[in-house]
């Protein structure tokens, strides 16, 4: 995978509106093959980067490849390689579901027919309605499906599931697996960790237009703390001072001993043992979601006053 | 009942609309008492006054347009002949937008639901809408009443005028705000309330040439029955208020009793797949820009239709009164080409406005998102914009050679005469290069400062008004040459230079050329 030239790579990129730095000195890689998380909250520079990906808007600093050429000065050569759905989907009022999708899947490149209709049928879209008959979701069906049905190498989705409900949720999952097996990158971005947990191969993530981590899960999973609960018979001895464990508490609860903690992957074992020595009645073991990961690493980079929500923005702290 | 949340909207009205409102307002004064200060400059003694009194009152074509002014034999009646046309699309057009921006488009974009979510009762956020917009009527009819006194009309007469115009635009709010209760789509409101123009403005004509009752029929007919000049009914302004009163009434009725987002037309249900044609990108522009294609040839096929159905008593006028054709400008001895140049002239700037808006759309794409995903495919910027270029001066082409062919014939039925098709469209050409500078100004403006792309209309609104009211008022000749139809040489009666032509395209081409190599460098989109 590594020596293979990567689908998208994008070093120290900068982007200034006007007095604002959308983009800080991003650097961004997304391998053949791979699906790619693009974490951040709202406001960090997600849509931001795509777009300078896409040629759309030409950086202020730095350097973008997109299959090894240049974004802006190629643009409309190198989109026949890929297809886009953006962050808000917006589409042609007065025309039918499926004009606009065949115009977008036009737009696009080739549409493959039978996934186009095996996709309509999947997440159960009407293409007689007007557009400006249908609910925010239904408007992000027809962008997905066109850029699901279109025959490319790479699929560049920014929050791509924002107006579904779970179910539909569910399908864009199975589809974008599909797509992954028959050979297609893709650069997902979102701030739904769920998701991304759910198809990501590899992960970056971002805040204030700055890269902060970047890895496989697996590697990102190493950093962060597994949570612990345990029903034992006896006191556990000398939990409370383990190496590598906090958080911890214990109470007394009908004759057993109630412990809970958080462990880093280094000293999981050793915890484990001391937990059986003192036997095991109930034990959950929760491993380590992006969720910790994500505040985590906004913890390391900010004050604490300051660790955002997921979902609120960074205007709020103004 | 209790309006909650009244001063909330109100407030909310206030800061997202009060540059568009304000300049709106002093657009409108600006062009009222520009052209009562040209008049009053132009008309300095009685003699004046009478000539021009008895030029424009001799045939029907000019009372068809400007209307039948009573008083006319004074320096009132001038301006209130002169401003007929103008005002009687403007003031209604006030009422229209404002109710139009704050009520549907609120709605269909969105907002109003966030709005009525809050402690606002449902029928407040129209009431808000109307009772803005006839504060802004107030403020422009009291502008109106000190400007057109202080060029030397008497005030109680100045104030009974603009009080007239002030009540024909209550009227067209009342209406948009009832419109905007029953249609889906802000696009429906102004087609509505425009064909409610369209009609009243025919029906005054009609009435004022025949000189029966059926001006009574028209809100454009109570404005000028009111004869602020002439006799002075101050009663007929009630007429207005009980009609605009009883329109907003049944507005704030229905909205206090309709569900959010619903109306009396529904959208029903289209094709499946998009045909070939509409995949292409010559295919989906001319999806994009046929609205406003039919649009603007609707209007200007009223106009060249109307105009030609009174060719002959037009002409008619003018070889029986040198003092008509001297007022507006021709000469006795091609009587039929002047009436066609008249009327071409009417044709070029509905042109113009139909390439300002084309190009405005070119904007809207952008703004709505939809540009974004396009240019994210394999169609180039260039190739993009080169579509909407062709399918943009097609629909010109179109719209001014379909008019000429309509003027033609309506004024070759009205005469008796055969058919001049070459001579009237020939002229409708030569305004082309025109039309194409100022839609090039406003693609520059697109490709090179998005953002400033209304300045686009401000040009519009500037050419329309020298190319209309410049030579009746005989502004200075920079001026006049500030406009592009100015250097066309008034066809078919005037000759046409081809250097002027030539500089003309030239310079849209120049623009064009900017505006792709502006539009190629920028970011997409710019907010």
């Known amino acids: ?318 | 009942m209790r309006a909650t949340g009244l001063r909330t909207m109100l407030g909310v009205h206030w800061r997202t609309h009060r540059s568009g409102t304000l300049v709106w307002i002093l657009a409108l004064i600006a062009s009222m008492v520009g052209t009562a200060a040209a008049v009053a400059g132009l008309y300095t003694t009685p003699e004046k006054i009478h000539t021009y009194a008895a030029a424009v009152t001799t045939g029907s074509a000019l009372v068809a347009i400007n209307g039948r002014v009573e008083g006319i034999d004074s320096l009132g009646g001038v301006i209130q002949d002169e401003s007929g046309f103008l005002m009687a699309l403007l003031l209604p057009l006030l009422g229209i937008s404002l109710v139009a921006k704050v009520t549907r488009r609120e709605e269909e974009d969105g907002r109003l639901e966030a709005v009525l979510g809050g402690r606002v009762a449902r029928y407040v956020p129209v009431l808000a809408g109307l009772i803005d917009a006839s504060a802004a009527i107030l403020v422009t009819a009291l502008a109106f009443t000190l400007g057109i006194t202080f060029c030397g009309v008497p005030a109680v007469r100045s104030a009974l005028y603009a009080a007239s115009l002030g009540g024909l635009a209550f009227v067209f709010a009342g209406l948009a705000a009832l419109v905007a209760q029953i249609t889906r789509h802000s696009r429906g409101v102004y087609a509505w309330s425009l064909l409610v123009l369209t009609v009243a403005y025919l029906l005054r004509g009609v009435g004022d040439v025949t000189k029966t009752w059926v001006t009574w029929l028209s809100p454009l007919g109570w404005a000028e029955k009111a004869a602020p000049f002439g006799a002075m009914r101050w009663w007929t302004l009630l007429i207005p208020l009980a009609v605009g009163g009883l329109l907003c009434a049944a507005a704030v009725l229905i909205a206090g009793r309709r569900d959010l987002g619903s109306s009396l037309v529904r959208g029903r249900p289209g094709s499946a797949r998009a045909s070939a044609w509409l995949r292409s990108p010559v295919g989906l522009a001319t999806y994009i820009h046929s609205p406003a294609v039919l649009g603007w040839l609707a209007g200007a096929l009223i106009i060249a239709g109307m105009m030609g159905a009174l060719a002959k008593q037009f002409v008619g006028a003018v070889t029986g009164n040198p003092a008509m054709a001297d007022a507006i400008g021709m000469s006795t001895a091609h009587p039929e080409d002047g009436f066609v140049a008249v009327t071409q002239l009417y044709i070029a700037i509905i042109a113009m406005g139909y390439a300002v808006q084309a190009v405005g759309s070119l904007r809207g794409e952008e703004t709505a998102g939809r540009l974004e995903p396009r240019l994210s495919g394999t169609l180039s910027r260039m190739g993009w914009i080169a579509a909407h270029g062709l399918v943009i001066v097609t629909g010109l082409v179109i719209i001014v050679a379909v008019s000429s062919v309509v003027l033609a014939a309506s004024t070759a039925w009205s005469m008796g005469t055969p058919l001049h098709l070459a001579r009237v469209i020939g002229a409708g050409a030569a305004y082309l290069p025109a039309e194409l500078l100022v839609g090039g100004l406003a693609l520059a403006l697109f490709g090179l400062w998005p953002r400033a792309f209304p300045a686009g209309w401000a040009v519009f609104a500037i050419v329309a008004f020298i190319a209309f009211l410049g030579p009746g008022l005989k502004l200075a000749t920079w001026v006049l040459d500030l406009a592009p139809t100015t250097h066309i040489g008034n066809p078919p009666l005037g000759t046409v230079k081809a250097l002027p032509l030539i500089v003309l395209s030239a310079l849209a081409a120049l623009l064009a050329a900017t505006a792709a190599v502006g539009f190629r460098h920028r970011g997409v989109p710019r907010g």
């Open chain 1, 1 to 318: 995978m590594s020596t293979a030239q990567p689908v998208i790579r994008a070093e120290r990129l900068t982007k200034t509106f006007g007095p604002v730095r959308a983009l800080d000195g991003l650097d961004l890689e997304v391998a053949p093959g791979e699906v790619h998380g693009f974490l951040g909250p709202n406001g960090a520079g997600k849509s931001t980067t795509i777009r300078v990906v896409l040629g759309l808007i030409r950086a202020s600093g730095g350097h973008v490849e997109l299959f090894g050429g240049d974004p802006w000065r190629q643009a409309a050569t190198l989109h026949e390689r890929l297809a886009y759905v953006a962050g808000d989907v917006a589409l042609w009022p007065g025309l039918t579901g499926g004009q606009c999708l065949d115009v977008l899947g036009a737009t696009q490149g080739v549409l493959d027919e039978t996934r186009r209709a095996d996709l309509i049928d999947r997440f159960e879209l009407d293409p007689t309605k007007r557009v400006r008959d249908y609910s925010k979701g239904n408007r992000q069906k027809v962008a997905l499906i066109a850029a699901l049905a279109a025959d490319v190498e790479l699929l560049v989705l920014d929050e791509p599931t924002s107006g579904l409900d779970p179910l539909m949720e569910q399908a864009f999952q199975e589809v974008v697996r599909t797509r992954r097996e028959q050979g297609c990158s893709v650069l997902l971005s979102s701030h739904i960790l769920g998701e991304v947990e759910a198809l990501a191969d590899r992960v970056s993530i971002i805040r204030r237009g700055k890269t902060v981590t970047t890895g496989t899960l697996a590697e990102l999973r190493r950093h962060t703390r597994t949570h612990v609960h345990a029903v034992t018979v006896d006191e556990p001895a000398g939990l409370a001072d383990a190496p590598g464990l906090t958080d911890w508490s214990s109470e007394r609860l009908d004759g057993h001993i109630e412990s809970r903690f958080s462990i880093d992957a280094d000293h999981l074992d050793a915890v484990i043992g001391q937990l059986h020595h003192a036997q095991i009645h109930t034990l959950t073991v929760t491993p380590p979601s992006l969720d910790d990961l994500f505040l985590r690493t906004y913890d390391e980079e900010v004050p604490l006053h300051d660790v955002p929500g997921l979902e609120q923005p960074e205007e709020a702290l103004r």
